[in-house]
């Protein structure tokens, strides 16, 4: 058949709309809101060519409007479990045969579907669904899904490009293959592009996969399986279950032919897997590959030479869009004492003209937490502070789940920098404040990295280049993702690759090149033109 050395197209970020008032683009999104409002949808497992109906139907609704039934998900078993791993082993060698050029089409096609006529429906799955306010359901399951899927395309012919060198008389070439079995990609509640990327990245290097959403994710996980369908993904490629998290893992982690695991979700989770896939590693072909994007405790630290102003915005953006709930979410701050009181009268103010409810009312800057579950572990966490006579709740602190699961954004000032809030994982609209002597600034930055078992995203405000340098060098294990002078979160694909060490995961960089070659097993072939007739080497002849 004809061949070619294939260029894709050049990967651009997709521009994120505004949604402003009287624009198009806010008009469209509000009837697909109201549209999907006004069904009830019967969601099945997608396990090779079939829409699986188990019967067994657990319930949707907003987090911001649990009264309100979006629709059902039929939730599956260990059958279903072996019923996707048979149909991902099934399509597997067809698949991995495709030309390459015929899959990065395919996500390609998933791209400009998403920019086009799935724009709205997905965003308004994703505010409905996981209760995401206009501009962070663009930005995550619009644009960075987007995003995800053009720069991965680009990304892996840049991985084909790789070569090795050859000498006179041999051509060496390297061939990148997929890796040998299935794979697993379990995705969290708080990110539609997670959501897609982590199966997707998979498939696009030739892998067939697994794909268990959480299940306060199902309703936008199915747009984006509808979207890889109308795209051309074959059946079988990607198979979408919702099944029990420990069943799912007794299945997939005693099978032999189980090739790796794409995650992101808690430490807690993360680790009890890979205990489970090294208590098993005699059973597998090879040693599966193992990513992971987990938890973070993140920072801002400030200098006494930052700008208050500047300080405070990023501390509302940066602890409170999507109630918290990013893993890159400011969690903990370090304010200089010179410069606290403006901290704390700017970000007040901001806090005041705060509007939270629901999403289908575009002012609401605050929307609900995801679930009662956590609901309660948030306030719960409010609550131990409001005891802690170490600790002044200066905003915030009250909540209420009659209508949704409303949480204010709370502020907390702690006198203790090992107070719990400001160590432990809350994943909800809570910072904790220590001020510490404007003074003491580098015996801060290492109580900045030694608070935490994390190590995910954290950031640096100083107008003094000199306190930027010395925090980047004390803080370089500290996060994954450092910035300077901005907020700890909103990283971009192409321009911020994301992922953490240390408790944060393995650090392999969902949106860039890196992450690719861990789905992607590489073979070296080395072809000798003439090759030699005589044992005999030169250094054998006699003087």
């Known amino acids: 058949m004809p061949k070619g050395f294939f260029q894709v197209p050049y990967p651009k970020n997709e521009p994120v709309l505004s949604y402003a008032p009287g624009s198009k683009e806010?008009?469209?999104?509000?009837?697909?809101?109201?549209?999907?409002?006004?069904?009830?949808?019967?969601?099945?497992?997608y396990i090779g060519a079939e829409e699986v109906r188990t019967g067994e139907k657990k319930r949707l609704a907003p987090p911001h409007d649990h009264k309100h039934t979006l629709g059902y998900f039929h939730e599956g078993d260990a059958g279903h479990v072996e019923q996707?791993?048979?149909?991902?082993?099934?399509?597997?060698?067809?698949?991995?045969?495709?030309?390459?050029?015929?899959?990065?089409?395919?996500?390609?096609k998933a791209a400009d579907l998403l920019a086009g006529p799935y724009r709205y429906k997905i965003n308004a799955a994703t505010m409905l669904g996981q209760s995401k306010s206009p501009y962070q359901a663009e930005i995550d399951s619009a644009c960075e899904l987007i995003d995800f899927l053009r720069f991965n395309v680009y990304f892996m012919t840049q991985i084909y490009q790789e070569q090795p060198e050859s000498s006179p008389g041999v051509w060496?070439?390297?061939?990148?293959?997929?890796?040998?079995?299935?794979?697993?990609?379990?995705?969290?509640?708080?990110?539609?592009?997670?959501?897609?990327?982590?199966?997707?990245?998979?498939?696009?290097?030739?892998?067939?996969?697994?794909?268990?959403?959480?299940?306060?994710?199902?309703?936008?996980?199915?747009?984006?399986?509808?979207?890889?369908?109308?795209?051309?993904?074959?059946?079988?490629?990607?198979?979408?279950?919702?099944?029990?998290?420990?069943?799912t893992g007794e299945v997939i982690f005693n099978h032999p032919d189980f090739a790796g695991l794409h995650f992101t979700g808690s430490t807690k989770v993360f680790r009890g897997m890979w205990k489970s896939i090294a208590q098993n590693i005699e059973k597998y072909k090879s040693?599966?590959?193992?990513?992971?994007?987990?938890?973070?405790?993140?920072?801002?630290?400030v200098h006494n030479s930052a700008d208050a102003r500047e300080v405070a915005t990023a501390l509302s953006r940066g602890?409170?869009?999507?109630?918290?709930?990013?893993?890159?979410?400011?969690?903990?701050?370090?304010?200089?004492?010179?410069?606290?009181?403006?901290?704390?009268?700017?970000?007040?103010?901001?806090?005041k003209t705060f509007k939270m409810g629901g999403t289908e009312d575009f002012g609401n800057f605050i929307n609900a937490v995801i679930d009662e579950r956590a609901f309660n572990t948030i306030t719960g966490y409010i609550e131990q502070a409001r005891k802690n006579p170490m600790n002044e709740i200066i905003a915030g602190g009250k909540y209420d789940k009659a209508k949704g699961y409303f949480v204010e954004p709370t502020v907390v000032v702690s006198k203790d920098p090992s107070s719990v809030t400001?160590?432990?994982?809350?994943?909800?609209?809570?910072?904790?404040?220590?001020?510490y002597h404007e003074d003491n600034f580098e015996e801060t930055l290492e109580l900045v990295d030694s608070t935490s078992p994390y190590a995910l995203t954290g950031s640096i405000f100083s107008q003094d280049r000199y306190a930027i340098e010395l925090a980047a060098k004390k803080l370089s294990n500290a996060a994954g993702n450092f910035y300077i002078n901005d907020k700890p979160t909103g990283a971009v694909v192409g321009q911020q690759p994301f992922g953490?060490?240390?408790?944060?995961?393995?650090?392999?960089?969902?949106?860039?090149?890196?992450?690719?070659?861990?789905?992607?097993?590489?073979?070296?072939?080395?072809?000798?033109?003439?090759?030699?007739?005589?044992?005999?080497?030169?250094?054998?002849?006699k003087e």
Not at 32 to 38: H, K, Q
Not at 88 to 100: D, F, I, T, V
Not at 287 to 301: A, L, N, Q, S
Not at 422 to 435: D, K, N, S
């Open 500 to 541: 953490g060490a240390r408790g944060s995961g393995t650090n392999d960089k969902a949106g860039a090149k890196v992450n690719l070659l861990r789905w992607a097993s590489m073979r070296t072939i080395k072809e000798t033109f003439v090759p030699p007739v005589d044992y005999r080497y030169p250094f054998l002849d």
């Open 287 to 301: 040693y599966p590959r193992i990513v992971g994007e987990t938890g973070g405790k993140d920072f801002v630290m």
């Open 172 to 247: 060496n070439r390297m061939e990148y293959r997929p890796l040998e079995g299935f794979t697993f990609a379990l995705t969290p509640f708080n990110f539609t592009a997670i959501a897609g990327n982590l199966p997707a990245s998979m498939a696009l290097m030739g892998n067939t996969v697994v794909w268990k959403p959480a299940f306060t994710q199902v309703y936008a996980a199915n747009v984006i399986m509808q979207v890889f369908r109308a795209a051309g993904l074959p059946a079988g490629v990607i198979n979408l279950i919702y099944t029990d998290g420990p069943a």
């Open 84 to 108: 996707a791993i048979n149909a991902a082993l099934g399509a597997k060698e067809q698949w991995a045969n495709l030309g390459w050029e015929h899959r990065a089409a395919i996500f390609l």
């Open 26 to 45: 806010r008009t469209a999104l509000k009837k697909a809101i109201e549209e999907a409002r006004a069904q009830e949808l019967d969601i099945p497992m």
């Open 319 to 351: 602890a409170f869009e999507y109630q918290g709930q990013k893993c890159s979410a400011a969690s903990r701050a370090y304010i200089p004492s010179n410069l606290w009181e403006d901290v704390k009268k700017f970000l007040l103010e901001d806090l």
């Open 422 to 435: 400001m160590c432990e994982e809350i994943f909800g609209p809570v910072l904790t404040i220590y001020v």
